[in-house]
């Protein structure tokens, strides 16, 4: 199921595709919360809180990715204001990292399998 994607840390997140979830999801998502609140009530209005919090770490750890950090960097959060703001800048507003890193391939980037790379190998024939 692709969307359960959405709540996977692994991979990376492209500028673009972070500010669409933060501009779609998120509202999405409060309304959620406030909607099932103002329905339900107690304890059930903790589920979707849960799923929308989970859904950020998400997004934001692989756009953290997307610029080779891990996403142990969320906990700059902790530092008041300074925190939130330097994560901001650096999710929001900073570009990816160019080419595959160590948490994946840049987005739209595909797999060549009809180059062929010369191996690091001896050649028998030398």
């Not at 950020?56 to 953290?64: D, I, K």
């Not at 999710?91 to 840049?106: D, E, Q, V």
């Amino acid at each position: 199921m692709p969307w359960l994607r959405e709540f996977s840390t692994r991979g990376r997140l492209g500028r673009a595709g972070f500010w669409l979830r933060q501009a779609v999801s998120v509202p999405l998502g409060l309304w959620l919360c406030i909607a099932v609140h103002e329905s339900i009530g107690q304890p059930f209005d903790l589920l979707p809180v849960l799923a929308l919090v989970l859904h950020l770490v998400s997004t934001w750890g692989r756009r953290l990715h997307d610029r080779d950090r891990s996403a142990w960097w969320l906990l700059a959060t902790v530092v008041p204001l300074a925190g939130a703001l330097w994560l901001w800048v650096e999710c929001g507003l900073r570009a990816g990292s160019t080419g595959a890193n160590r948490h994946g391939r840049a987005g739209g980037e595909t797999a060549d399998y009809l180059r062929v790379t010369p191996s690091a190998a001896p050649s028998p024939l030398a």
